[in-house]
C-alpha cells in the first residue's frame, strides 16, 4: 500500500571509518529508490569526512537523480553513541517521515525491504516501520524476524523509517542495552492506544547478526568528533568546488521555519561574515526565530553552509542589472520575504554600504529597527542570540554615555583611555565626557588633549574651582532623558575589551524586555565583580558570590545578583535613581531632611566615608531598599577592574602594604576570546544559568553586608527607618520622588529650595 498524497522523506545515516567502503552501495541504493527522499543527511567523525566528500564527489551526478535531493555532512556529535546520535541529528529533519539507518545501511536486507523503507510499500505510515524489532516475553528480549505479515513490536533497530512527528524534541535516556531506540518505543506505545512501539515489516533477512550482536548500538567515533561544548556551537563545512564541480544539490538551502519568534533580516557581505555571527544566527533560530540572510557581496561558488544545530539559509545577491543600485537590490530582497522582518541586522566591509544605503534602507523600513555591526564585531555577538524580539525591537532607546574623572594619575588615564578604546560597541555610538579636576597636572592636560574618541562625540570639562572627588563623581553626568545611563569611571579603572557588551545585553534584559523583567529597584548595572565587602562594622572580608549561593543551596551558583552595594569601580547608573540621588544629596548637603552627622544606616562602615558619594548612595539605597546588577563570572573575570592607585582614597603606604592592599582588589579581565583564524568564538557572555541573563525574579539578592534576602524584605527595612528618621509612615505615591518619600514637602516648599 502506497501512502496517499505527496511524502517526503529524509534518511539519516552514521558513517564510520570501518563502514566507508559501503558508503557508496548505501548511496546507490537510496537514490535508486527516491521517489519521496528530499534529503539524505550524513555525519561521520571528523577524521573520515575527507572520505566521506571524496566518495561524495565519485557518486553524484547532477544530471540524473540528485538534483531534488539535498545532501549533508554533519559532524558527529561529542559524546554520544550511534543510536543517540542518530536521533539527535533527525531532530534538523523538516520532512514528513524519517529513515534511521546504522552504519552498515541496506546490508542483508532485499528490494522489496528496501521499498517498504522508501515508502513504496508502507503497511503503515502512523508507526515505526521496518525489518527488525525487539518484542518482550517473560524470558526476555525477543528479535522478530520479517515476515511477510506485519508484527508488533515494542520498538524496532535501525533501518526503519516512521513519520518525523514522532522524533521526540528533547534527549532520551539510553537504554543499557537498546539504547534510545527503547526508550523511543516505549515513548510511541505511550502514546498509543493499542501500545504499539512498531510494525516489523519485510521479507528474507539474511543478516541475523542484529539480532545476535549484544553491542549493536555501541560505536561511537574513537576520535574528536567536534567540538566538546555541545551547547549552540555550529561546526561549518563551506567549500569552493571549481565550476564544473559536480555537487549541484549540494545547496545552502534551510528547512521552512519552525513556528517563529520574530523575523530576523540579515543583510552580510560574504559567506565568511555568516560564518562570524554563525553561534547568534544559529541560537536565535533554536529561540524559534526565522533568520532569512542576504550576502550583497559575495562572489564565491559556495555549496553549501550547516552546523551541528542548525542549517542557515542564505542567498547571494546577483550581479546588479543596468541602473539598479545596491541600495534598491538589498530593499527588492527585504521587500521580497515571505514575512515581514521585524528587525534588521546588517554590516559593511568598510564603505561598501554607504550612508546612501544605510539612509534608503531606513527610510523605507521606519518601525524596523536596523541594528548596523562592524564587520570587525560579527565574531563576538554571541551574546545577541539570548536576545528576545521586544530586546531587539528595542536596540536603539539606550544612550549609555561615558563620563570619565581624572585628576593626577596620567598613567592611569592613559590606560583607562586605551582600554575604552579597545573595547567593542556592537555599532553603538556613546558619547564621552572627560571631567578634569582644576589642579590637574600638566602630563594629564596633554594625556587629554592626545586622546582621540572615535566611536561618539568627545566633551572635555575642566573645573575653575578645586571640588574634590564627590562633586568631580555625582556632578560628572546627569542624564537628559530615561533612556540616559551613565557609565561612571574614575581613572584608576580599566575596563574588558567587552564590557559595553554585558551592558547593554543587561540594559536591553531587566530596562527594555518584558514587563516581569522589569523592576524600580534596580538602579545600575556593575562591571566589576565583588571580591571584598567593606562595610561590616569589624572591616573588610573576603567575598565569593559562588560560595555564598551553593551555601545558600541555589540551583546554580553561577548566576549573577542584586546587591544593595553600589559599585564605584566601573558601573552604569540609572537615570531615574540618578536624579533621585542628586536631590537626595542636596537635601542631606544643605540639611534640609537631617542634620548633617545624622546616621542614616546603622553599623556600616561608610558612616566614616565622610567625603565620599557612596555614603550617601549607600544611604538612599538602604532607605528605598534598591538593587545593582552584579556579574559572577568563573575566576572573578570582570568587566573592569580597579588597579588601587595612590589618590582622593588611596594614600601613599609602604610599598609592601600597598601591593598587598593592591592585589586584594584587582581582578583579571574578561577578554576578547583569541580570534586569529577561528571562524567563530564564544565570547564567555553567556557563561550563565541557562545561557541567559535570568529572569529578574530568579536574580538572588544580598543586602549591604552580602547576607542572601529577600527583595521585598530590603524594602521593609528602609520602610522602618524611614519612620523612625521621619516619623513619616504613609504610603509613597510617586516612584523616585525624594520629596514625598522622606515627607519634606509638608515643611517646605520645593520650589524655593
Request: charged fraction near 20%; glycine fraction near 6%.
Amino acid at each position: 500500500m502506497s501512502p496517499s498524497g505527496t511524502f517526503s522523506l529524509t534518511a539519516i545515516l552514521p558513517v564510520l571509518p570501518s563502514s566507508l567502503g559501503l558508503l557508496e552501495t548505501t548511496l546507490l541504493l537510496l537514490l535508486e529508490h527516491c521517489d519521496h527522499l528530499s534529503e539524505i543527511i550524513l555525519f561521520s567523525p571528523e577524521t573520515v569526512q575527507r572520505n566521506v566528500r571524496k566518495s561524495l564527489r565519485g557518486i553524484f551526478d547532477p544530471e540524473e537523480r540528485l538534483s531534488q535531493v539535498e545532501v549533508s555532512l554533519l559532524p558527529w556529535p561529542p559524546g554520544l553513541r550511534e543510536d543517540a546520535a542518530s536521533l539527535h541529528m533527525s531532530r534538523q529533519a523538516t520532512t514528513d517521515y524519517v529513515l534511521y539507518l546504522d552504519n552498515s545501511g541496506f546490508v542483508g536486507l532485499d528490494s522489496e525491504t528496501l521499498d517498504v523503507l522508501m515508502l513504496r510499500h508502507s503497511a503503515s505510515t502512523a508507526s515505526p516501520v521496518g525489518p527488525r524489532g525487539i518484542s518482550s516475553s517473560t524470558s526476555g528480549p525477543v528479535c522478530l524476524p520479517a515476515l511477510e505479515a506485519p508484527q508488533p513490536a515494542n520498538f524496532l533497530l535501525p533501518p526503519f523509517v516512521m513519520p518525523s512527528s514522532l522524533v521526540p524534541e528533547i534527549e532520551l535516556s539510553p537504554d543499557p542495552q537498546y539504547g534510545v531506540w527503547s526508550t523511543l518505543g516505549e515513548r510511541i506505545s505511550g502514546s498509543r492506544h493499542d501500545k504499539l512501539g512498531g510494525l516489523v515489516v519485510g521479507t528474507n533477512i539474511t543478516d541475523s547478526d542484529w539480532c545476535l550482536s549484544k553491542d549493536t548500538l555501541g560505536h561511537r567515533p574513537m576520535s574528536n568528533a567536534g567540538p566538546t561544548d555541545r551547547r549552540l556551537q555550529a561546526h561549518f563545512d563551506h567549500r569552493h568546488p571549481p565550476a564544473s564541480h559536480r555537487f549541484s544539490s549540494l545547496v545552502s538551502h534551510t528547512s521552512p521555519p519552525r513556528p517563529a519568534s520574530g523575523i530576523i533580516a540579515l543583510v552580510l557581505p560574504q559567506l565568511q561574515d555568516l560564518v562570524h555571527f554563525s553561534l547568534t544566527a544559529c541560537r536565535l533560530r533554536q529561540a524559534g526565530y526565522t533568520v532569512d540572510t542576504l550576502l550583497y557581496a559575495d562572489t564565491g561558488d559556495h555549496v553549501d553552509l550547516v552546523s551541528s544545530e542548525c542549517k542557515l539559509d542564505f542567498r547571494i545577491l546577483p550581479g546588479l542589472e543596468s541602473g539598479l543600485s545596491l541600495d534598491q537590490a538589498i530593499l527588492g530582497w527585504l521587500e521580497g520575504l515571505s514575512h515581514a522582518a521585524d528587525v534588521i541586522i546588517f554590516s559593511a566591509p568598510d564603505n561598501d554600504l554607504t550612508t546612501q544605503t544605510q539612509a534608503t534602507i531606513q527610510a523605507r523600513f521606519t518601525t524596523v529597527p536596523i541594528v548596523e555591526i562592524p564587520r570587525t564585531d560579527l565574531l563576538f555577538c554571541d551574546w545577541m542570540g539570548s536576545l528576545t524580539l521586544l530586546e531587539w525591537k528595542n536596540w536603539h532607546k539606550p544612550r549609555i554615555d561615558i563620563s570619565v574623572i581624572t585628576h593626577k594619575r596620567p598613567r592611569s588615564l592613559d590606560r583607562l583611555l586605551s582600554s575604552l578604546n579597545n573595547a567593542r560597541y556592537f555599532g553603538d555610538r556613546p558619547d564621552m565626557r572627560i571631567n578634569i579636576e582644576q589642579d590637574a597636572d600638566m602630563d594629564t592636560m596633554r594625556a587629554v588633549e592626545a586622546f582621540r574618541w572615535d566611536v561618539g562625540h568627545l566633551f572635555v570639562h575642566h573645573r575653575i574651582v578645586h571640588g574634590g572627588l564627590m562633586p568631580a563623581v555625582v556632578e560628572s553626568w546627569y542624564p537628559h532623558s530615561n533612556d540616559s545611563y551613565g557609565l561612571i569611571l574614575e581613572d584608576d579603572v580599566e575596563v574588558s575589551p567587552l564590557f559595553y557588551a554585558w551592558t547593554k545585553m543587561s540594559i536591553l534584559r531587566y530596562r527594555y524586555g518584558p514587563q516581569e523583567n522589569k523592576s524600580p529597584q534596580l538602579f545600575g548595572i556593575s562591571l566589576y565583580q565583588q571580591k571584598h565587602l567593606e562595610l561590616r562594622p569589624e572591616g573588610r572580608h573576603r567575598f565569593n558570590a559562588r560560595d555564598t549561593f551553593t551555601a545558600a543551596g541555589l540551583s546554580d551558583p553561577s548566576t549573577p545578583y542584586l546587591s544593595q552595594i553600589p559599585c564605584s569601580w566601573g558601573a552604569v547608573y540609572f537615570p531615574e535613581h540618578w536624579r533621585e540621588f542628586h536631590t537626595y544629596l542636596s537635601l542631606r548637603l544643605s540639611e534640609l531632611a537631617w542634620d548633617l552627622e545624622q546616621t542614616v544606616v546603622l553599623a556600616v562602615r561608610s558612616n566614616k566615608w565622610r567625603k565620599s558619594w557612596k555614603k550617601y548612595f549607600i544611604e538612599l539605597v538602604y532607605l528605598r531598599g534598591y538593587v545593582m546588577l552584579y556579574p559572577n563570572y568563573e575566576g572573578y573575570a570582570s568587566l573592569s577592574t580597579n588597579h588601587l592607585e595612590v589618590g582622593s582614597h588611596v594614600k601613599d603606604v609602604p610599598k609592601d602594604v600597598y601591593m598587598r592592599k593592591k592585589k586584594l582588589f584587582e581582578l583579571p579581565l574578561l577578554p576578547l576570546p583569541a580570534h586569529e583564524d577561528v571562524p567563530r568564538v564564544e565570547t564567555g557572555l553567556l557563561s550563565l544559568p541557562g545561557g541567559s541573563l535570568p529572569a529578574m525574579h530568579a536574580l538572588p539578592t544580598l543586602d549591604l553586608f552580602g547576607m542572601v534576602t529577600a527583595e521585598d524584605m530590603l524594602v521593609e527595612r528602609g520602610r522602618e527607618r524611614r519612620w523612625e528618621l521621619t516619623g513619616c509612615g504613609n504610603d509613597v505615591q510617586s516612584t523616585y520622588d525624594i520629596w514625598e518619600f522622606l515627607c519634606l514637602e509638608d515643611m517646605f516648599d520645593r520650589a524655593s529650595v
